[in-house]
């Protein structure tokens, strides 16, 4: 019976603290994706010198989980991430080493010790905003009536196992339009509920025009403005962390 390998050494000290961590993808780091931020994450941890905790084996690495990232191209005010440490440290103080180690455009928004319960569960749903340029309110407003009066509206989404067809409208709990006079764009904003397969702004794009025809003549500037639980009737969202200061408490 063949003999099982342990690695020499002694054990990773064990964490013994939990961050929860908000970040945002700003101007041309919105095409940075969840790849090409781990790795900047990594290079910034070291940099800023937190005693990260790692994984026990033969190639230990980093204790870090990220939730529910938006898709590439997408710029986010609210991303999340969550890492463990060997030592007790300071969240404010973790925060403006991070935000000072990676790069302009990758900013660090918000650090708390994390409290009892899964930040994965609180994500419920994403607040985003679609900035249509060359597209007048008049013209957007008469689409968004038509896919909210649907009953059903498909896109259909290359996956891993192949093309797959899923409804974008139940998801979608609100939507309405505004305009920004300054850049004579219309502003497309609405609140969708995460779900299996999750429903992208592009493919709620790809339905309004199975729905109405409509494309707007160039791409959006699309930028998820939060995401957490959903408040009452579709109202909007939740702070993810609140229970976490709640919990922790201020000054911890």
Excluded at 31 to 56: C, I, K, N
Excluded at 128 to 149: C, D, G, K, M, N
Excluded at 238 to 249: C, Y
Aim: charged residues 25%.
């Amino acid at each position: 019976m063949a003999r099982q390998r342990t690695p020499e050494g002694p054990p990773p000290p064990p964490a013994v603290q939990k961050l929860r961590i908000r970040y945002a993808k700003r101007g041309r780091l919105r095409f940075s994706s969840t790849r090409d931020f781990s790795r900047a994450l990594e290079r910034a941890l070291r940099r800023a010198g937190v005693p990260m905790a790692f994984s026990a084996g033969f190639h230990p690495h980093p204790q870090i989980s990220y939730a529910n990232a938006a898709p590439t191209g997408t710029a986010s005010e609210a991303e999340y991430f969550e890492i463990r440490v060997t030592e007790r440290v300071d969240p404010e103080a973790v925060r403006a080493a991070l935000d000072e180690a990676l790069p302009e455009g990758l900013d660090v928004v918000e650090v708390v010790e994390a409290g009892p319960g899964a930040l994965a569960d609180r994500l419920e749903g994403s607040d985003w905003e679609l900035r249509l340029r060359r597209t007048a309110p008049a013209e957007l407003e008469p689409v968004v009536a038509a896919f909210l009066a649907a009953e059903r509206a498909e896109a259909t989404r290359t996956f891993k196992s192949g093309p797959r067809t899923f409804d974008t409208r139940e998801p979608v709990l609100t939507m309405r339009v505004s305009e920004d006079a300054g850049e004579a764009c219309a502003i497309l904003r609405m609140v969708v509920r995460h779900t299996t397969p999750s429903v992208r702004p592009d493919d709620i794009l790809t339905a309004l025009h199975a729905v109405t025809g409509f494309a707007p003549p160039e791409p959006p500037l699309v930028t998820r403005l939060a995401q957490g639980p959903l408040l009452e009737a579709g109202a909007g969202v939740a702070d993810p962390l609140a229970a976490d200061r709640e919990a922790v408490g201020p000054g911890r």
